[in-house]
């Protein structure tokens, strides 16, 4: 989600491909499809949780910054101060995150093992061959 643009999340699966042997698999937990503003304008509240013995912490997803790209935003509040930090992330879907692994010789392998967790988790296998990725690759 910190990498904003296509080239950079290639080369992610790049490196990812450069350190696997053959064969070897990687799990990827991103963040669920449709969990983005799309559906409303402006703020868009996401949760609350309690600190614990520190205070609450909200957290907010403001409207699209940019083609893809989106800023979260916290907003804590604790006895002694509030604070507010902020990212902006790109929600990639699954179909992206399944070209970049493949231009990098990875492929998709379905999920052996049951998965609990909220979230977006994909499996991906590096090719049995060997595979050179040069490092200037996009």
Same mark, same amino acid.
């Given at each position: 989600?910190?990498?904003?643009?296509?080239?950079?999340?290639?080369?992610?699966?790049?490196?990812?491909?450069?350190?696997?042997?053959?064969?070897?698999?990687?799990?990827?937990?991103?963040?669920?499809?449709?969990?983005?503003?799309?559906?409303?304008?402006?703020?868009?509240?996401?949760?609350?949780?309690?600190? *614990?013995?520190? =205070?609450?912490?909200?957290?907010?997803? /403001?409207?699209? #910054? %940019?083609?893809?790209?989106?800023? +979260?935003?916290?907003?804590?509040?604790?006895?002694?101060?509030?604070?507010?930090?902020?990212?902006?992330?790109?929600?990639?879907?699954?179909?992206?995150?399944?070209?970049?692994? *493949?231009?990098? =010789?990875?492929?998709?392998?379905?999920? /052996?093992?049951? #998965? %609990?967790?909220?979230?977006?988790? +994909?499996?991906?296998?590096?090719?049995?061959?060997?595979?050179?990725?040069?490092?200037?690759?996009?």
């Amino acid at each position: 989600a910190h990498l904003h643009t296509t080239k950079a999340l290639r080369r992610l699966f790049a490196a990812v491909r450069r350190v696997l042997a053959p064969g070897g698999q990687v799990v990827l937990h991103g963040f669920p499809e449709g969990s983005g503003v799309a559906e409303g304008r402006g703020l868009v509240h996401r949760a609350s949780f309690e600190l *614990t013995d520190t =205070g609450q912490c909200d957290w907010f997803e /403001s409207r699209t #910054v %940019s083609e893809g790209l989106e800023r +979260l935003s916290w907003y804590v509040q604790t006895p002694d101060t509030d604070y507010t930090f902020s990212l902006v992330m790109r929600l990639w879907n699954r179909r992206d995150y399944v070209r970049a692994a *493949t231009y990098a =010789g990875l492929s998709q392998v379905e999920m /052996s093992f049951p #998965v %609990s967790v909220d979230g977006l988790m +994909l499996r991906f296998e590096a090719d049995t061959t060997e595979h050179a990725v040069t490092a200037n690759q996009p």
